[in-house]
């Protein structure tokens, strides 16, 4: 039953992900997508891996929860944009302080968890920054 369950919801984040990319902001020529999910975290892994892929080339995506007055973000960038020098694990060393939180991961994708959701305007425009500044 779990097995099936788990077959619903992959498929169900496949018809999530052609949406949510239609939302992506441009940056630089980047398709940047940061947008705040209610969906279960564990689930937003499998997500970004779907936003990358359906993104194929020059793609930004970061997703965030906010669940009992802790932000939970994840980053990913297709491998494109890492092969011109864009490095997650740079990325989430800058804005973990701003979420009072940590977090680790590659190149391409990272996760990162804090006790402070009230400055992810900021983080967001880090994010972009980053982008922008490390393109090479």
């Not at 499998?46 to 995506?61: I, N, S, Y």
């Amino acid at each position: 039953m779990e097995s099936q369950l788990m077959k619903y919801k992959l498929q169900e984040l496949d018809s999530q992900a052609e949406k949510l990319l239609k939302e992506a902001q441009e940056v630089k020529g980047v398709k940047y997508l940061f947008r705040e999910m209610n969906d279960d975290p564990k689930f937003l892994g499998f997500l970004v891996d779907k936003l990358k892929e359906k993104g194929k080339r020059q793609t930004a995506v970061v997703l965030f929860t906010i669940r009992d007055n802790r932000v939970n973000l994840l980053l990913g960038f297709t491998p494109d944009l890492v092969d011109k020098g864009i490095d997650a694990r740079q990325i989430v060393k800058k804005i973990s302080p701003l979420i009072k939180g940590g977090g680790g991961g590659r190149k391409d994708f990272v996760q990162a968890g804090g006790k402070d959701y009230s400055r992810i305007q900021e983080v967001t425009d880090i994010i972009k920054q980053e982008i922008i500044s490390n393109l090479k």
